[in-house]
């Protein structure tokens, strides 16, 4: 976030303007494609039935200068000028805005934050200088835990509202492009040749989604561009043909003419004249992919002029045709020597505008689900070059079938540009607000600028949205209708997901009663890692107290390793890994935390164990030699080695960086959560657990060997002289790599949530029913994270919350 420059991609260093102009260009097939279609249908849906064309062109002059001022006020005022500096590292959207905010102030819903997470270099706050009120808008928002649900349910309003204009504007943008094929054949074909063509371009549009963007993505720039120079030649010929006095439209004294002779008809018009800005969000949400600079030039110079001849050409054209009042659309002003040759690049345009919002429903479920607050899907990524592609396969065939019903329900532009106008608009509203926040919370301004930035733009929104809402009953409830089911989806998975933390944190045991575990318990110590994924930052989860009540044996190295979602956009891979020991030396137990951004790449269980014991051993290294210069600096060992500490102490970064330099970046002293409730073996705390663990026959014919006791390696080393015995370093890294030869085995808890008794009816709906439905329907943890069967242990759990 730089307020004084646009802050180029990948790098800090200056851009030069070859690259800036290539990003510009490569910027008109991703960002643009849908804003650039609008002129197929904003004219039609203005028109629809609210007001009518007349002769003094009153109507049509004022629908101009609305469509003039919207476009200049909005995408190129708001978005270009300022919504577009505030960028998170380069990245934008609905939760780059969140994550601006949860970082300087402490609003964020996420379970498992830590302190550590401030050290990652991308978690960097600007320090521009506070103002007075700062301070108090910040303490107010932390106070009051009411307000970070609010803000919470606003950004998944957004984030449901994208996915919602998702379904929409395929169905509209290539409905309206094929729509030109009634000039070219009888009303009774048109009829029923529009819309099976449509469908049939929508089934392959989403059929060819798993393909990637990136295999067609270098078409889409010249189809934008071509598009954009045909609109706007057509606008150019029209007014020098038909009314070269047109430019006097743009007065803002047309749009109070227009409102005080059409009334209520002029105001409810609003809801279709909002289409001018459809894809002004992408600007914004496709930021990273490029940078400030290329987006404003590729806007400023190319797209806004573009857009706006093309509208004074459409104007031009009926002021001078009023007899065809009745048929206003794009392509009623296109001569008929091109017609064709324009409704083919339409249509093309119209596939392009419809991949980038698709390709942006994928994102955008992808940040949801990284941030517990959508089910768990399955996501491909489609290109191993460019960074952000994917396809996600169960949110494409449902936008399929959404689009299709659209298009055959609906049956005309009317009602899906009203029901995709209340979907732009509602995003826009929440992007209006985050922005205001950020503007006072991140950028330290006044809290007056923030107030001024708010009542303007939300002013401008607010009356187009009151407008788009009396189209309730003609389309609009559409996509109310889907952000409520998909908000209820998310909330009840959201709250779910933080009762379980909860409930894992209050129930985890003790440290000292991992360290009792023993021969003298009849506890066996087996070859080979165990892996045990958890939720927790710190502690024993009550899911391995379980499995050893069960089982009592468990590995010789013992990992508890916490997946977790920072809230910056990328985890740089350096600092990826937080690893710490559990417990001494000779325990052999480990913490490690991975760290992933909203929009960072999960790996796969293959390359997560090899790079998990590499991390290990490089952790392993460091350890040993940063005790080895404590004991020759202080003349005396720091008790790191020597004592049974029944604390867990020094997490420290291990990455790339650390594996080349055997140094790690940085290091964290003490426990990085506050401590909380533990309890012992015999406790409550594991009181009401399934008693289930699920495991693969020992003699399945793999590489990895679980519960095979080898007591001659260990008396063998025993029985080794003194002196020629293994450095501890050495002797600790001996057993890493025995126990990796062994295999590993991944411990997955496997639980079943149910609301306590006494609970309200509505939060046992939320629980016992909505939230097992999505849970026993979506991709379980072992199947995100790729685990073989032969390696999973799977242990029964159930959350009483």
Not at 562 to 588: I, Q
Not at 691 to 696: A, F, L
Request: hydrophobic content about 45%; glycine content about 6%; charged content about 15%.
């Amino acid at each position: 976030m730089d307020l004084d420059c646009g802050k180029c991609w990948g790098s800090s260093k200056k851009e030069s303007w070859k690259t800036i102009w290539i990003l510009a260009y490569q910027s008109l097939g991703v960002v643009y494609g849908d804003l650039s279609i609008s002129p197929l249908y904003v004219y039609k849906s203005a028109f629809a039935e609210d007001i009518q064309h007349s002769d003094t062109n009153e109507e049509i002059f004022g629908v101009l200068s609305f469509v003039f001022w919207t476009l200049t006020l909005l995408p190129l005022f708001k978005y270009v000028f300022i919504v577009l500096r505030a960028d998170d590292n380069g990245e934008g959207g609905t939760f780059a805005l969140y994550s601006l905010i949860c970082r300087h102030a402490r609003v964020s819903l996420l379970p498992n934050r830590q302190a550590a997470d401030e050290a990652v270099s991308t978690y960097k706050l600007e320090h521009h200088p506070e103002t007075r009120n700062s301070p108090k808008m910040k303490s107010l928002l932390e106070k009051h835990k009411a307000l970070h649900t609010a803000l919470l349910i606003l950004v998944l309003l957004g984030t449901c509202m994208v996915i919602g204009d998702g379904v929409l504007t395929p169905a509209i943008s290539v409905f309206s492009a094929v729509s030109g094929l009634e000039f070219s054949m009888s009303k009774a074909h048109h009829e029923y040749a529009v819309i099976p063509i449509t469908c049939v371009i929508l089934l392959c549009l989403f059929a060819l989604q798993h393909y990637g963007t990136h295999r067609i993505g270098f078409f889409f720039a010249p189809i934008v561009l071509i598009w954009l120079l045909c609109i706007s030649a057509l606008g150019l010929y029209n007014i020098f043909q038909w009314n070269p006095h047109v430019y006097k439209a743009l007065s803002p004294y047309y749009m109070f003419s227009f409102l005080r002779k059409t009334r209520m008809g002029g105001w409810m018009s609003l809801g279709g004249i909002i289409l001018c800005i459809t894809g002004s969000e992408a600007m914004f949400a496709d930021l990273g992919h490029f940078s400030y600079t290329a987006i404003q030039i590729a806007f400023t110079f190319l797209v806004y002029p573009a857009l706006i001849l093309a509208y004074m050409g459409q104007a031009a054209y009926l002021s001078q045709h009023h007899h065809k009042s009745d048929q206003i659309s794009f392509y009623i002003a296109v001569p008929d020597c091109v017609r064709w040759p324009v409704l083919i690049i339409a249509i093309l345009a119209s596939v392009v505008g419809s991949q980038a919002i698709i390709s942006g429903t994928f994102s955008i479920i992808n940040q949801s689900q990284s941030l517990s607050c959508f089910p768990r899907v399955k996501v491909v990524h489609t290109s191993d070059k460019i960074h952000g592609q994917i396809y996600i396969p169960e949110i494409n065939w449902m936008l399929m079938v959404l689009c299709i019903a659209v298009t055959i329900g609906f049956r005309d532009i009317k009602h899906m540009g009203n029901a995709s106008g209340l979907a732009v608009l509602a995003v826009m509203l929440v992007t209006t607000c985050l922005t205001s926040l950020v503007i006072i919370l991140c950028w330290h301004k006044p809290p007056i600028v923030a107030l001024s930035f708010l009542l303007f733009f939300g002013s401008i929104e607010l009356l187009y949205f009151s407008a788009s809402l009396t189209k309730f009953t003609e389309g609009a409830w559409l996509p109310i209708l889907l952000a409520l089911f998909l908000m209820t989806i998310m909330l009840v998975w959201h709250y779910a997901t933080v009762k379980k933390y909860e409930y894992d944190l209050h129930n985890k045991v003790s440290l000292e009663w991992l360290l009792a575990l023993g021969p003298s318990l009849g506890i066996a110590r087996v070859p080979g890692i165990g892996v045990v994924f958890t939720d927790l930052t710190s502690g024993i989860p009550a899911n391995f107290s379980r499995f050893v009540t069960n089982l009592p044996a468990f590995h010789r190295i013992l990992v508890f390793v916490c997946v977790k979602s920072v809230p910056v956009p990328h985890v740089p891979p350096a600092e990826r890994y937080l690893v710490g020991r559990v417990g001494p030396v000779d325990h052999r137990s480990y913490r490690c935390i991975v760290r992933y951004g909203y929009r960072d790449v999960h790996q796969d269980v293959d390359s997560f164990e090899s790079e998990l014991v590499d991390r290990l051993a490089e952790f392993i290294r460091h350890d040993w030699n940063h005790a080895r210069e404590s004991t020759n600096s202080w003349g005396e060992d720091d008790g790191l080695h020597s004592n049974a500490s029944s604390s867990e102490c020094r997490l420290t970064v291990i990455g790339m960086a650390a594996a080349l330099s055997s140094a790690p970046l940085y290091e964290l002293d003490g426990t990085l959560e506050p401590a909380s409730v533990s309890v012992g073996f015999l406790s409550t705390g594991t009181r009401g657990l399934a008693d289930e663990v699920e495991m693969e026959p020992i003699n399945v014919r793999q590489r990895r060997v679980r519960f095979a006791v080898d007591d001659d390696n260990a008396s063998e080393n025993n029985a080794r002289p003194e002196m020629e015995r293994d450095s501890p370093m050495q002797a600790e890294l001996r057993d890493l790599a025995e126990a990796q030869q062994a295999g590993t085995a991944f411990i997955l808890g496997h639980s079943h949530v149910r609301a306590k008794q006494g609970s309200s009816i509505l939060k046992r709906l939320a629980i016992n029913i909505g939230y097992n439905f999505l849970r026993s329907n979506c991709r379980g943890t072992d199947v995100v994270l790729r685990v073989p069967p032969a390696s999973l242990l799977e242990v029964g759990m159930v959350y009483v919350v």
